[in-house]
């Protein structure tokens, strides 16, 4: 059974900057990878996402801050933070999709003073 292991997450401060990473114990013909969040009481989005190719994608609200990046031999994804703020405190998890779809224990974010 693959899993996917988050690291990278924890507390910051507004303005400064956090990396994730999260990698597959096992291999995956990934199609796509990404990373979406759950911030409490509201509904799971999409963060950023990368193609097999490299195409990425990012919500509007992290674009220009966040930078997704991913290692399809590794079969791990990345996502480099900056500039965050308290509204992107959040559990943020990884997701790969390839024959089936993997979901990552998730990591707290906290971006609080």
């Known amino acids: 059974q693959v899993q996917l292991v988050e690291s990278g997450g924890g507390l910051v401060q507004p303005g400064g900057s956090l990396s994730l990473s999260c990698a597959a114990s096992?291999?995956?013909?990934?199609?796509?990878m990404g990373w979406y969040r759950q911030a409490p009481g509201k509904q799971r989005e999409l963060v950023a996402s990368?193609?097999?190719?490299?195409?990425?994608n990012y919500a509007d609200s992290v674009k220009g801050r966040f930078t997704i990046s991913g290692d399809n031999l590794k079969n791990t994804v990345y996502l480099q933070m900056s500039s965050l703020k308290p509204e992107d405190t959040a559990v943020y998890y990884c997701?790969?999709?390839?024959?089936?779809?993997?979901w990552g224990q998730g990591t707290q974010v906290t971006v609080s003073t």
């Open positions: 997701n790969i999709v390839g024959p089936i779809t993997y």
């Open positions: 096992g291999s995956i013909f990934n199609i796509l």
């Open positions: 990368i193609t097999r190719n490299g195409r990425t």
